[in-house]
Nanobody
Framework: QVQLVESGGGLVQTGGSLRLSCACS????????MGWFRQAPGKEREFAAAISWSGGVIYYGDSVKGRFTISRDNAKNTVYLQMNSLQPEDTAVYYC????????????????WGQGTQVTVSS
């Protein structure tokens, strides 16, 4: 089993920045892709970003492209999401996810999920 614990969420003003972290533990030896999704109230879970084991393959959702940056530190089993130029529409619960497969942008492609961390952007 794999455990994912997100941190770094909070309240920020429009235009501000936050850095989310996701610590991965347990049977991590076969985890290849790490991803971030988000879910706003009343909406479906939305893909934000994903990164392969080596960092050589990175995908971003259209709504965050150019503002968010995903990275990973394999020595620490941690993935990060640097979020800049935050807007009120970025308000959501952000979930970390792990997959044994190559990076994909749909929720069904991920095997393990964290509990989520709330990000609120005030206008």
């Amino acid at each position: 089993q794999v455990q994912l614990v997100e941190s770094g969420g909070g309240l920020v003003q429009t235009g501000g920045s936050l850095r989310l972290s996701c610590a991965c533990s347990g049977r991590t030896f076969n985890i290849y892709t790490m991803g971030w999704f988000r879910q706003a109230p009343g909406k479906e879970r939305e893909f934000a970003a994903a990164i392969s084991w080596s960092g050589g393959v990175i995908y971003y959702g259209d709504s965050v492209k150019g503002r968010f940056t995903i990275s990973r530190d394999n020595a620490k089993n941690t993935v990060y999401l640097q979020m800049n130029s935050l807007q009120p529409e970025d308000t959501a619960v952000y979930y970390c996810a792990a997959s044994r497969r190559s990076p994909v942008f749909y929720t069904g492609g991920y095997d393990f999920w964290g509990q989520g961390t709330q990000v609120t952007v005030s206008s």
